[in-house]
């Protein structure tokens, strides 16, 4: 494992996992607690969006992705909070227009259409100075704000209604919170990419949230596990010379695989002996 720390480019790859894993860890616990999976999954996938203006307009697609997913996440949660549409629906329009968006704009771009592989899916390996300072930046933004709101997020995610009633302003904080979600993915798209970030996003959540109820302890656990999965992902498709991003997230399966089946011969164990 040591050896491949002689490349500047490993070295980046997992000082970005790191970051990732910080972001994906504790936005994640609120998408599994929230029960909001499938709108981070539309927010993700809107980022391609971003991802084609950017080409389109000559600056980087990182930054691209940044506004367009804060854009698609404040618009789904407006139009679902404020409209008679159903979330669902909102949600599929969203996705499937950010994809088709991302296709025509590549293609309008100057020249011949870049690959769009690595941000599809990902590859770590290819992560460059200034996004670690970009992933730096948003990683700081995510843990300022919630570390200021920490209380009224709690009562957001397990009452909402009751929060209401005493004041909180969960319309608000629950755009802020999809707003977290759409920096999250800008962090984890150079990782795992916009197909695959809503496994990272939920998967090391919700083993945590196997082994514990308090909701920082998810947030810690979650942090670690994500970054043992990147970790070994990275170190598993410099071996076997494959996909870094397929890798991270089988890694992350396998775990809660293990960590379910696990779970479930305890469950039948202490209902046998009961």
Not at 8 to 27: P, Q
């Amino acid at each position: 494992m040591l050896e491949i720390l002689q490349y500047e480019f490993m070295r980046n790859a997992l000082i970005a996992g790191m970051l990732a894993s910080i972001a994906c860890g504790i936005i994640g616990t609120y998408v599994v607690v929230k029960r909001i999976v499938f709108i981070s999954g539309g927010i993700s996938h809107s980022a391609f969006g971003g991802i084609g203006l950017g080409y389109l307009l000559g600056i980087d697609p990182i930054i691209g992705a940044l506004f367009f997913t804060l854009a698609s996440a404040l618009g789904m949660g407006i139009v679902s909070k404020r409209t008679d549409l159903r979330e669902d629906t909102v949600i599929g329009i969203i996705w499937a227009t950010g994809m088709a968006l991302g296709v025509i704009f590549l293609g309008l771009g100057p020249g011949y259409p870049p690959d769009p592989w690595g941000y599809l899916f990902g590859n770590i390996l290819t992560v460059p100075r200034s996004d670690i300072i970009v992933m730096l930046i948003l990683d700081a933004v995510i843990i300022l704000i919630i570390f200021s709101l920490y209380k009224d997020f709690l009562a957001l995610c397990f009452d909402e209604e009751f929060a209401t009633v005493v004041g909180v302003p969960t319309e608000r904080l629950y755009l802020v919170l999809l707003s977290l979600i759409a920096l999250t993915v800008v962090v984890l798209i150079r990782v795992v990419g916009v197909i695959l970030v809503i496994a990272l996003l939920t998967i090391p959540a919700a083993i945590s949230g196997q082994l514990t109820y308090s909701l920082k302890k998810m947030m810690i656990f979650s942090i670690l596990l994500s970054a043992i999965f990147t970790t070994c992902g990275l170190w598993l498709s410099y071996v076997l010379d494959l996909a870094s991003g397929a890798m991270i997230i089988l890694v992350c399966f396998t775990v809660f695989l293990l960590s379910s089946l696990s779970k479930s011969l305890r469950s039948q164990r202490s209902y046998v002996h009961a």
